[in-house]
């Protein structure tokens, strides 16, 4: 039993010292997250979606995010539309894709480096501090090693965007 | 007992279901379960991860299962978990164990609300009547049977129960609902929740209860009314997505009717009184946790409880104050769990008429630190386990409980687990500290000679429980072994236990022969009036030994069905036997050989999009508590009229009729009463 506990300890010590990210850890947050913007998907009206749309667009510029979400939101669909998960690069054309764009903390460089911000018809959301001030619709956060988000309904109508009070009721509306 | 090999090989056998799906392809995309998933791989404090994997023998009552059932407090919530023993005294007190006999004081389970303990050290014993935790913000309870709770705290030898509340963020809004029925003048609750700017979000409610008492008693017409009321108030702070906090409060103020027995004069012999039981208990705790890393978290935790109880004979006070913190990590192949733990607790027992104590304590202590490693031996196959909780506490000293387990999953839908594990539970203080005065012994049942004067012969003589500070503290080795198995419709979830406790304190009886010799001179000498009179300053000693030896084994089985969305059933079954191994002049001081057999079945029923049906029958055969066999059923119809308004009309104990569920009298003072068949109609609103 003494080994076991030398052992035991030993290793605390130099564990501490070297936490790393574990790759299936930030798999499962993005995962859950992936999640999330799918029941957005879901939850959401897009009041000037086209009728001709032949898929729901789902994008980020985060390579590592799009990676779990295709495989997380495989053969999902949104209005009978199947979801397409797109790496993309932040400029205005290449958005205009988009019916979700997510922002995750590794590319909210670039998302602040962007000049103009509105979108029309795209939800916006991201996972950092002031998101929504910086220009976003929805907002993740923690609570108690849990995600929440917040939202701001009145931003998401400037962009043609409706979100079922069901979703609204879970999340933390905020009117700035 | 022995694994046996075939056993083993027959479960590598079971198993033509082939999913082959990386587990997080599977997660359940429902946003309310989203919401229910932790972020952090690591295990959160005193929560289990996933109860699929976990290799205890653990049972999860859902907040669906808790609000459809109708249920009214937390031990009725715990009447539908397999494998718990819960019977009810009356309408307000409760014995409640798993895998070992339910006794009222003392239980050796471990009840937390969110990770603070309610353990109380006089008894071994958790004051369920008092209770309060507002059913409708429970998001979970986490039941694990058997000594599964390393990293949950001690004394948890026969299992844990940890109640899970809603984060304040989850309750914002109001909610109000009023009951009533054939046992309840009324019942109501009030809770009104929000947020505070944009980093936190609170709760206040506040619960008023008013309880017939039973209509029927053993000896005595039913006194067990309630009174009771509680308030409390939640707040949790996130600033940030690496820290969080919560906050929390309950005080609650209970005058509690009820029958009990007690020695007050020199009769000696226990006399059966009416009385009420005011008690108040108060808890607050604050929880710090910090996100190191997706895959390393840290919690801080500190509580204080107080409890202070009143009754005729009996005047108490118990504070406790709890400091824990835990860190839980991955690193590669290998998780670790590691903390540290303080406890210091303040009683106050008053010198009455029946109780007396000895020892001076009033105050323990107890503080350790626990270690858990699981590591990864094949990548998603098979995770081995190990860990140690070693503490202090003041009346046995430094105590250490190890564990090793093994997880297989031979398929992803799959877990066969195998533990060994060793667990302590230090005497109560009831059983160190304090002498009792109990019903008496008649002379002609402890003396080897008797007179044939019918005053000598039946003469009953004092007779004291001594607690003494030679008790040790019990020592429990628990081989247990469980498969699980999970398919697209069912679920089939198996447990089998095997556990031998050393040092178990039983009573041994010192009669004091020599006391007795002037009496029989006295006779001798014809003098019968000072024989008697001399009779009067003997007393017969019950002492409490720790040299008995108990065996207890068995097993829970539970298969779930869910084949469409709205409609889930359950059936369960569990066996446990309890056998002691005395020595010559001993007997138990807590339950006696026995067997006892639960079936269970469930049924949650929604249908016309509005109504909802929720059924649990339960049979209890069992020779362990002095009663009959009895079939209850508990059937609550729910009607959500409205979108904001909900009516339901609730059976209970429906089958069963009046029926007696607890008779080990021996073991309280409180006098049972039979438990009724109840209706209860119930209005809820949320806004």
């Known amino acids: 039993m003494l080994t076991i506990k030398r052992i035991l300890f030993g ?4 564990l501490l010292l070297s936490i790393s990210q574990g790759a299936i ?25 086209a009728n001709t749309a032949s898929s729901f667009t789902l994008c980020s510029p985060d390579n590592s995010f799009i990676s779990v979400s295709r495989s997380i939101l495989k053969g999902r669909k949104v209005n009978n539309l199947p979801i397409e998960n ?33 979108l029309a018809d795209v939800m916006i959301v991201g996972e950092t501090d002031n998101f929504i001030e910086q220009g976003g619709h929805i907002r993740f956060f923690l609570s108690g090693g849990k995600i929440r988000f917040e939202v701001s309904p009145d931003k998401l109508k400037l962009s043609g965007i409706t979100m079922s009070s069901k979703v609204l009721r879970l999340g933390r509306v905020v009117n700035n | ?28 995309l429902d946003l309310d379960s989203l919401m229910a998933m932790d972020v952090q791989v690591t295990s959160a404090m005193k929560r289990t991860q996933s109860a699929f994997e976990t290799a205890s023998s653990i049972y999860v009552l859902t907040k669906e299962q808790i609000t459809r059932s109708g249920v009214t407090s937390v031990p009725e919530a715990l009447k539908m978990v397999p494998g718990l023993a819960v019977r009810q005294l009356d309408n307000n007190q409760w ?4 895998r070992g006999v339910a006794s009222r004081f003392s239980s050796k389970l471990l009840v937390m609300i969110d990770g603070q303990s309610l353990y109380t050290p006089e008894f071994a014993a958790v004051y369920w009547e008092t209770l309060n935790v507002p059913l409708y913000d429970i998001e979970r309870i986490e039941i694990i049977r058997g000594q599964g709770g390393l990293l949950w705290g001690s004394n948890a030898t026969n299992g844990v129960i940890n109640i899970i509340t809603k984060n304040s963020i989850d309750t914002r809004g109001l909610y109000a609902d009023v009951s009533s029925g054939s046992q309840l003048n009324v019942d109501t609750n009030l809770r009104y929740g929000g947020d505070i700017g944009n980093n936190g979000s609170f709760r206040v409610y506040g619960h008023v209860k008013d309880g017939q008492t039973s209509d029927k008693g053993i000896k005595m017409a039913p006194a067990d009314f309630t009174e009771q009321q509680s308030a409390g108030v939640r707040f949790d702070f996130t600033p940030n997505d690496q820290w969080s906090g919560l906050i929390q409060g309950d005080i609650t103020q209970s005058t509690l009717g009820q029958n009990f027995n007690g020695v007050v004069d020199s009769s000696n012999r226990n006399i059966s009184f009416t009385g009420s039981l005011d008690r108040t208990d108060a808890r607050i705790m604050a929880r710090l946790e910090n996100r190191i890393s997706p895959s390393a978290n840290q919690m801080l935790q500190t509580s204080w409880l107080k409890q202070s109880g009143e009754q005729t004979y009996i005047q108490e006070e118990f504070e406790s104050f709890d400091l824990d913190y835990q860190i839980n990590f991955l690193y590669q192949d290998l ?40 590591y990864n031996v094949i990548a998603d196959k098979l995770d081995f386990i190990v860990g140690v909780k070693v503490d202090h506490n003041d009346l046995t000293g430094w105590e250490s409980q190890p564990l090793a387990r093994l997880v297989w999953k031979p398929q992803n839908n799959q877990v066969v687990w195998l533990s060994v594990s060793k667990s302590v539970l230090v005497p109560s203080l009831l059983m160190f500290n304090d002498n009792y005065i109990i019903d008496g012994q008649r002379v002609e049942e402890v003396s080897p000679i008797t007179t044939g004067i019918p005053e000598i012969d039946r003469y009953y003589i004092r007779t004291y429980l001594n607690g003494n500070n030679k008790v040790k503290s019990e020592k429990s080795v628990s081989y247990e072994m469980g498969y699980r198995l999970s398919d697209t419709t069912w679920a089939l979830d198996l447990s089998v236990y095997h556990t031998d406790t050393d040092n178990v304190a039983v009573i041994e009886i010192d009669p004091n022969i020599d006391q007795f010799i002037p009496v029989f001179t006295m006779l001798q000498a014809g003098q019968i009036d000072a024989a008697v009179q001399a009779l009067t300053t003997t007393s017969i000693n019950f002492n409490l030994v720790s040299n008995a030896g108990l065996t207890t084994e068995g097993g829970d089985v539970v298969l779930s069905w869910q084949p469409v969305d709205n409609f889930t059933a359950e059936v369960g079954y569990s066996y446990n036997t309890f ?59 729910n009607w959500a009229f409205q979108p904001n308004w909900a009516f339901a009309i609730m059976g209970k104990n429906l089958f069963a009729g009046t029926h007696l569920e607890y ?20 209005i809820t609103a949320k806004f």
């Open chain 1, 86 to 118: 797109v790496e993309v690069s932040l400029t205005e054309t290449n958005l205009a894709q988009c019916n979700i764009l997510f922002i995750t903390t590794d590319t909210l460089e670039s998302w602040q480096q962007l000049n103009n911000k509105y």
């Open chain 1, 11 to 14: 290793s605390l010590i130099t």
């Open chain 2, 579 to 637: 056998n002691y191994d005395l020595v010559d002049n001993t007997f138990p001081a807590i339950g006696y050989d026995s067997t006892s057999r639960q079936l269970f079945t469930k049924a949650d029923i929604h249908f016309f999009e509005q109504h909802n049906i929720f059924a649990s029958l339960r049979v209890e055969n069992s020779d362990a508590y002095r009663t009959d066999n009895y079939t209850a059923l508990d059937i609550t119809w």
């Open chain 2, 1 to 28: 007992m022995k694994l046996s090999p075939a056993l083993l090989y027959l479960f590598m056998l079971i198993s033509p279901w082939v999913v082959a799906e990386e587990s997080l392809s599977d997660l359940d």
């Open chain 2, 663 to 682: 008779g080990n009298h021996g073991e309280t003072y409180t006098q049972s009463t039979f438990i009724d068949e109840s209706v209860t109609f119930k």
């Open chain 2, 335 to 374: 998780q670790f769990d590691w903390g540290l733990n303080y406890r210091y607790n303040a009683i106050s027992f008053a010198q009455s008429t029946f109780i007396q104590s000895g020892g001076g304590f009033d105050n323990l202590q107890q503080y350790g630190t626990l270690a858990q490693a699981q």
């Open chain 2, 95 to 98: 014995a409640i164990s798993s």
């Open chain 1, 25 to 49: 850890a930030v798999e499962k947050e993005y995962a859950l997250k992936a999640g999330f913007l799918f029941n957005f998907a879901r939850y959401g009206e897009w009041n000037n979606h």
